[in-house]
Protein backbone atom coordinates (compact mmCIF):
# COMPACT_ATOMS: atom_id res chain seq x y z
CA UNK A 1 0.00 0.00 0.00
CA UNK A 2 2.69 2.62 0.85
CA UNK A 3 4.57 1.58 -2.75
CA UNK A 4 1.46 2.66 -4.68
CA UNK A 5 0.85 5.68 -2.56
CA UNK A 6 4.74 6.61 -3.43
CA UNK A 7 4.28 5.91 -7.02
CA UNK A 8 1.16 7.75 -6.91
CA UNK A 9 2.93 10.64 -5.39
CA UNK A 10 5.40 10.50 -8.09
CA UNK A 11 2.70 10.12 -11.01
CA UNK A 12 0.36 12.91 -9.74
CA UNK A 13 3.77 15.18 -9.28
CA UNK A 14 5.29 14.35 -12.72
CA UNK A 15 2.13 15.36 -14.10
CA UNK A 16 1.92 18.43 -12.16
CA UNK A 17 5.46 19.34 -13.51
CA UNK A 18 4.73 18.82 -17.20
CA UNK A 19 1.47 20.92 -16.83
CA UNK A 20 3.50 23.62 -15.25
CA UNK A 21 5.90 23.20 -18.22
CA UNK A 22 3.58 23.86 -20.31
CA UNK A 23 1.67 26.68 -18.77
CA UNK A 24 5.48 29.04 -18.81
CA UNK A 25 6.32 28.10 -22.18
CA UNK A 26 5.19 31.13 -23.31
CA UNK A 27 7.47 33.04 -21.48
CA UNK A 28 9.86 31.52 -23.69
CA UNK A 29 8.51 32.36 -26.41
CA UNK A 30 8.65 35.88 -24.94
CA UNK A 31 12.28 35.85 -24.51
CA UNK A 32 13.03 35.03 -27.65
CA UNK A 33 11.14 37.56 -29.42
CA UNK A 34 12.61 40.42 -27.45
CA UNK A 35 15.88 38.81 -28.84
CA UNK A 36 14.59 39.53 -32.25
CA UNK A 37 15.22 35.54 -32.84
CA UNK A 38 13.10 33.25 -33.83
CA UNK A 39 10.31 31.99 -31.16
CA UNK A 40 11.68 28.10 -31.02
CA UNK A 41 15.16 29.40 -31.14
CA UNK A 42 16.03 28.86 -26.84
CA UNK A 43 14.17 25.15 -27.19
CA UNK A 44 16.29 24.27 -30.75
CA UNK A 45 19.69 25.32 -28.77
CA UNK A 46 18.73 23.40 -25.64
CA UNK A 47 18.63 20.08 -28.33
CA UNK A 48 22.07 20.92 -29.78
CA UNK A 49 23.19 20.58 -26.27
CA UNK A 50 21.91 17.05 -26.39
CA UNK A 51 22.38 15.84 -30.35
CA UNK A 52 25.41 17.77 -31.24
CA UNK A 53 24.29 18.37 -34.57
CA UNK A 54 23.85 21.76 -35.41
CA UNK A 55 21.57 21.45 -38.65
CA UNK A 56 19.08 19.16 -37.78
CA UNK A 57 16.76 21.84 -37.19
CA UNK A 58 13.32 19.46 -36.48
CA UNK A 59 15.44 16.96 -34.20
CA UNK A 60 17.37 19.99 -31.91
CA UNK A 61 13.68 20.92 -31.83
CA UNK A 62 12.26 17.98 -30.34
CA UNK A 63 15.05 16.84 -28.38
CA UNK A 64 14.89 20.71 -26.74
CA UNK A 65 10.96 20.48 -26.10
CA UNK A 66 10.98 17.20 -24.61
CA UNK A 67 14.17 18.01 -22.46
CA UNK A 68 12.36 20.87 -21.15
CA UNK A 69 9.00 18.44 -20.91
CA UNK A 70 11.12 15.82 -19.32
CA UNK A 71 13.13 17.99 -16.37
CA UNK A 72 9.55 19.75 -15.45
CA UNK A 73 7.67 16.29 -14.80
CA UNK A 74 11.13 15.33 -12.33
CA UNK A 75 11.12 18.82 -10.70
CA UNK A 76 7.26 17.95 -10.30
CA UNK A 77 7.94 14.40 -8.78
CA UNK A 78 11.03 15.49 -6.75
CA UNK A 79 8.49 18.08 -5.16
CA UNK A 80 5.88 16.20 -4.69
CA UNK A 81 8.23 13.29 -2.81
CA UNK A 82 9.93 16.27 -0.52
CA UNK A 83 6.68 17.59 0.25
CA UNK A 84 4.99 14.09 1.56
CA UNK A 85 7.60 12.99 2.67
CA UNK A 86 9.54 15.43 5.41
CA UNK A 87 6.90 16.62 7.65
CA UNK A 88 7.99 20.38 7.77
CA UNK A 89 7.26 20.84 4.21
CA UNK A 90 3.87 19.28 4.03
CA UNK A 91 1.52 21.01 1.93
CA UNK A 92 -1.83 21.45 4.18
CA UNK A 93 -3.47 24.09 2.34
CA UNK A 94 -3.20 25.84 -1.26
CA UNK A 95 -1.36 29.11 0.02
CA UNK A 96 1.44 26.75 1.72
CA UNK A 97 1.06 24.45 -1.38
CA UNK A 98 1.90 27.91 -3.67
CA UNK A 99 4.66 29.04 -1.58
CA UNK A 100 6.71 25.84 -1.24
CA UNK A 101 6.43 25.69 -5.25
CA UNK A 102 7.86 29.40 -5.71
CA UNK A 103 10.35 28.45 -3.25
CA UNK A 104 10.82 24.93 -5.11
CA UNK A 105 10.86 27.00 -8.60
CA UNK A 106 13.43 29.35 -7.04
CA UNK A 107 16.05 26.69 -6.29
CA UNK A 108 15.45 25.33 -9.31
CA UNK A 109 16.33 28.56 -11.03
CA UNK A 110 18.93 28.60 -9.59
CA UNK A 111 21.05 25.65 -9.73
CA UNK A 112 19.41 24.43 -13.15
CA UNK A 113 18.29 26.81 -15.28
CA UNK A 114 21.72 29.62 -14.87
CA UNK A 115 24.38 27.02 -15.32
CA UNK A 116 22.79 25.38 -18.35
CA UNK A 117 21.76 29.13 -20.02
CA UNK A 118 25.62 29.59 -19.42
CA UNK A 119 27.46 25.98 -20.62
CA UNK A 120 24.19 24.89 -22.87
CA UNK A 121 21.95 27.82 -24.30
CA UNK A 122 24.33 30.42 -24.78
CA UNK A 123 26.87 28.96 -26.90
CA UNK A 124 24.21 27.17 -29.03
CA UNK A 125 22.23 30.74 -29.54
CA UNK A 126 25.50 31.99 -30.95
CA UNK A 127 26.07 29.36 -33.22
CA UNK A 128 21.90 29.55 -34.33
CA UNK A 129 22.79 33.17 -35.14
CA UNK A 130 25.46 32.50 -37.15
CA UNK A 131 24.08 30.22 -39.04
CA UNK A 132 20.93 32.45 -39.88
CA UNK A 133 22.70 35.09 -41.26
CA UNK A 134 26.50 34.06 -42.21
CA UNK A 135 27.48 36.98 -43.35
CA UNK A 136 27.04 38.63 -39.81
CA UNK A 137 30.47 38.59 -37.90
CA UNK A 138 30.40 35.59 -35.12
CA UNK A 139 31.53 38.40 -32.95
CA UNK A 140 28.59 40.60 -33.21
CA UNK A 141 26.33 37.24 -32.55
CA UNK A 142 28.23 36.74 -29.67
CA UNK A 143 27.54 40.50 -28.82
CA UNK A 144 23.71 40.13 -29.20
CA UNK A 145 23.21 37.40 -27.17
CA UNK A 146 25.22 38.79 -24.52
CA UNK A 147 23.52 41.41 -24.39
CA UNK A 148 20.10 39.35 -24.30
CA UNK A 149 21.57 37.29 -21.19
CA UNK A 150 19.61 39.83 -18.94
CA UNK A 151 16.18 39.34 -20.75
CA UNK A 152 16.57 35.73 -20.72
CA UNK A 153 17.33 35.82 -17.08
CA UNK A 154 14.45 37.85 -16.26
CA UNK A 155 12.15 36.36 -17.52
CA UNK A 156 13.43 32.88 -17.12
CA UNK A 157 13.10 33.84 -13.65
CA UNK A 158 9.55 34.61 -14.08
CA UNK A 159 8.26 31.98 -15.52
CA UNK A 160 10.30 29.31 -13.29
CA UNK A 161 8.10 31.83 -10.62
CA UNK A 162 4.99 30.77 -12.57
CA UNK A 163 6.07 27.25 -12.85
CA UNK A 164 6.28 27.13 -8.99
CA UNK A 165 2.59 28.75 -8.61
CA UNK A 166 1.34 25.73 -10.84
CA UNK A 167 2.96 23.44 -9.59
CA UNK A 168 2.08 24.28 -6.04
CA UNK A 169 -1.70 24.50 -7.00
CA UNK A 170 -1.76 21.77 -9.31
CA UNK A 171 0.29 19.29 -6.47
CA UNK A 172 -1.81 20.72 -3.74
CA UNK A 173 -4.75 19.67 -6.03
CA UNK A 174 -4.15 16.39 -7.21
CA UNK A 175 -2.04 14.72 -4.31
CA UNK A 176 -3.20 16.60 -0.74
CA UNK A 177 -6.70 17.66 -1.59
CA UNK A 178 -7.60 14.68 -3.04
CA UNK A 179 -5.68 12.36 0.29
CA UNK A 180 -8.68 14.80 2.43
CA UNK A 181 -11.32 13.64 0.22
CA UNK A 182 -10.21 9.93 0.28
CA UNK A 183 -9.82 10.30 4.16
CA UNK A 184 -13.05 11.51 4.88
Not at 6 to 31: C, D, E, H, N, W
Not at 38 to 55: K, Q, T, V
Not at 79 to 104: A, D, L, P, W
Request: glycine share 8%.
Amino acid sequence: MIHQSIVKTLLLGAVGGVIASIIMYPFLFLTTSMMGIPLDDLSIARGMAISNINDNYYLNLTLGIGMHFLTGAIAGALFTIIVSTIKKFRINNFKRGIMEGIVYSIIIFIVLYIPTTMSMVYPNLVDIMNQSSPAQSSLKDQKTVEQNLIPIYVFGFIAHIIFGVILGFVSTLLIFRGDMIQKK
